[in-house]
């Protein structure tokens, strides 16, 4: 017998939620469930509903905030019960992206500067500065402003508090406004996107009740000048080629080493840009390309088109680590 559909699902659901929380689904709260079993499966969703239904009750947009520890305790974390993908998962194993974290321990050495960009709820944010120390200085922008406030509440819980600097704005290659959207996603709160048009963002929406909002952006160089600048973590879901146009006169300045995600389909979609064209300013730059693996963190070197190459079928990206001249032998 195969795996139940969607409607089962939902049956189901609603049978753990009357057992566990004492109520069955409601009405908007079920279309909104619906969509998530759809793109994030049924034990993501039904773990978030209960969490929210014994906590505020509030509906997916979140509210209930739960502290979980992470990286064996070297740091607390401020998550929303309504994350089903970075929030559970740091509940559930204390980390995220274990191979990004295996290459922070490797590369970071205190009194370095980190820039963050596409900070998500701060889990990177605050390992960064647990590794640079009170002698160095992490940059976290986020513009999504409940992502934001989690990662001010998890600053909050430390004493002293870590050296990390808290930007609520996206970066772009100009300064001014842009459109930041869920897709109709609010259960992964790594789904913001963001672009000039809210026109063009609806044309991507993979779920029910997207959400839009007006977000800052700003260009980096115009605001920033930094003393040292050793490596920019950026996941932005394909805005990468414009926010690192904003940064390129502190890139060339400071040759830091760039952790980027690479997702062909959103570079195109939301990005506007040829994902090997992307990759090969960067090559022209002086940068070499290797392809950060999971879970364990090893790099594999690669050309731009071999790194592409990587994403197929169901893989929707890979994480690169971008070294410029004479630094890839140290990572």
Known sequence: MGRPGVLGRM????????????????????????????????????????LRSLGDGRQPEGGLTVLAPAMDGLFT?????????????????????????????????????VVDVGANIGFHSLHAACRVGPGGRVLAFEPDPRNAALIRTSLALREPRPPVDVFETALSDADGQLVLSDLGNPGNSGARFTHDSREHLATLVHGPRPRFTAVSARRFDDHFDLPRLDLIKIDVEGFEPRALAGMERSILRHRPVILTELAPSNLRDIGGADPEEFLGSLHRKGYSCSILEEPGGDLSPASPREAIGRVRGERHHVDLVLAPSGAASAL
């Open 11 to 50: 049956v189901l659901l609603d049978v753990v939620s009357r057992l566990v929380a004492g109520r069955g689904l409601l009405g908007q709260e079920k279309e909104a469930l619906r969509g998530q079993v759809r793109l994030l499966g049924f034990r993501k969703t039904a773990r978030g509903h209960i």
């Open 77 to 113: 974390l401020a998550v929303d019960a309504a994350d089903l993908v970075v929030g559970q998962e740091v509940l559930a194993a204390g980390a995220w992206e274990p191979h990004i974290a295996a290459f922070y321990a490797r590369f970071l050495r205190p009194g370095m500067t």
